[in-house]
């Protein structure tokens, strides 16, 4: 499980929220993390930035990067490419 809290909300620019991993991979230390992502006009699209520091496990960030958020990332893009 995750929890957090927003930190800073710029209506449909920027989103700064707190991220803290409540599970099973105690190798996370249960620390706090910070995800940034920003939102950018591209033409006649968005382009999005996203951010996510504080994660000192290698093994998580890379769990986290290559899982997560590439999959939640993955499935924005479908979901929009449909709309």
Request: glycine share 8%; proline share 6%; aromatic share 6%.
């Amino acid at each position: 499980m995750v929890t957090g809290e927003y930190r800073e909300l710029v209506p449909a620019r920027r989103v700064v929220m707190s991220w803290a991993y409540e599970g099973p991979m105690v190798a996370t230390g249960k620390v706090p993390t910070t995800v940034t992502v920003e939102l950018r006009p591209s033409g006649a699209n968005t382009e999005v930035s996203l951010r996510h520091e504080g994660l000192k496990n290698p093994t998580y960030r890379d769990t986290i990067r290559q899982g997560a958020w590439t999959e939640a990332l993955t499935k924005l893009d479908s979901l929009l490419a449909a709309a």
